[in-house]
């Protein structure tokens, strides 16, 4: 699987022409929707991120406004984690959707690698998501070779999310990473997930100098996301979704937020999570995914080459050891 940026352009420019291709605008909404994989749903182009930027709505009613600004103005894809906020996130998500639960594609994800431990902390997220059943349960935040090796063990948390997937409480399952692409490349090539999420931004291409010499010693991943593992995602027909789009919003600024995200969306991917703490962030967000028209190759080239050349070794070392919680 391993193949040349050349080589990577050329198929991505075909996966992200047939994905536009088959792009739907909803006509209620005016929002682009595409296909999720081989999970066959059709989701929004942006998705609703329920990190660390949701949780910045300190009051309920703050929460509860945006989640459902975000649906009214066509987003249906809503993405939380056990660990956001140690189960707030999920908690503000189940409570206000409500009658809406059957528009959404419910997303959360669950931490241990234990299997005993991840069914207790999924127990826990379908209570506060108030549903007896996710569209899709993700691994969350897969991190490396001896990572991988306690998540595929036999006693392991992805047993246990093959168990609930033919039990149908989770209907789609899948892994996210946001560190090293080769060992996401290697949990995709291994195992039968219906989805992955991984971090796709310009700023990850090329070798990229900025930010400084590696720290001795300092095990920094080769290659991006987009060059190493999203290859095996779409040879496997997974669904693909984008998150770290804005890189923590260490490129924020650095270049147009309509460019970081047209970039993302030009690839092939069903949609971009983004966190977004202020309704002023969810009106334009959303339109510019409405407004969006895919990024000439030769732009996207140059947009990544000058945005990795200066920030992609500091981004790579800061996702090393990132967390979200």
């Keep these: 699987m391993s193949i040349s940026r050349r080589e990577f352009l050329e198929t991505a420019a075909v996966g992200a022409v047939a994905a536009n291709a088959v792009a739907e605008v909803d006509a209620k909404t005016g929002m682009p929707m595409r296909v999720l994989g081989r999970t066959g749903f059709k989701v929004s182009l942006l998705g609703f991120g329920g990190g660390s930027r949701f949780l910045m709505y300190k009051e309920e009613d703050k929460a509860a406004q945006a989640l459902h600004k975000a649906l009214d103005l066509g987003i249906n894809y809503v993405d939380s984690a056990a660990t956001y906020g140690d189960g707030k996130s999920e908690e503000f998500i189940g409570k ?22 991840a069914m207790r902390q999924i127990e826990r997220s379908l209570k506060l998501l108030r549903t007896d059943h ?42 996210t ?14 195992h ?37 593992a999203l290859p095996v ?16 919003e260490r490129i924020v600024g650095k270049a147009p937020v309509e460019k970081l995200l047209s970039y993302v969306w030009s690839l092939p991917v069903a949609a971009a999570m983004a966190g977004m703490p202020k309704l002023e962030h969810i009106e334009e967000n959303i339109r510019l995914a409405k407004a969006f028209k ?29 967390v979200d919680a």
Aim: charged share 30%; hydrophobic share 40%.
């Design 177 to 190: 990473c946001h560190g090293d692409p080769a060992v996401l490349k290697l949990a995709l090539e291994r």
């Design 294 to 322: 895919p990024m000439p190759p030769a732009e996207m080239r140059f947009l990544s080459a000058n945005l990795s050349e200066r920030y992609k070794l500091a981004i790579d070392r800061y996702f090393l050891d990132h």
């Design 96 to 117: 206000f959707l409500g009658q809406r639960r059957k528009d959404v594609w419910l997303v959360t994800k669950v931490g241990p690698r234990k299997g005993d431990e």
């Design 192 to 228: 039968d997930f219906d989805s992955t999420q991984m971090a796709l931004n310009a700023a990850r291409q090329g070798q990229g100098r900025g930010g400084g010499a590696p720290k001795p010693g300092e095990p920094l991943p080769e290659g991006s996301f987009e060059t190493v």
């Design 233 to 248: 995602a779409l040879k496997k027909k997974m669904g693909i979704t984008a998150m770290k789009v804005f890189a923590q």
């Design 134 to 175: 996710v569209n899709l349960l993700h691994i969350h935040s897969l991190l490396d070779e001896k990572d991988l090796g306690e998540i595929q063990a036999k006693d392991g948390v992805l047993n246990v999310l093959y168990k609930l997937r033919d039990q149908k409480v989770a209907r789609n399952i899948g892994i």
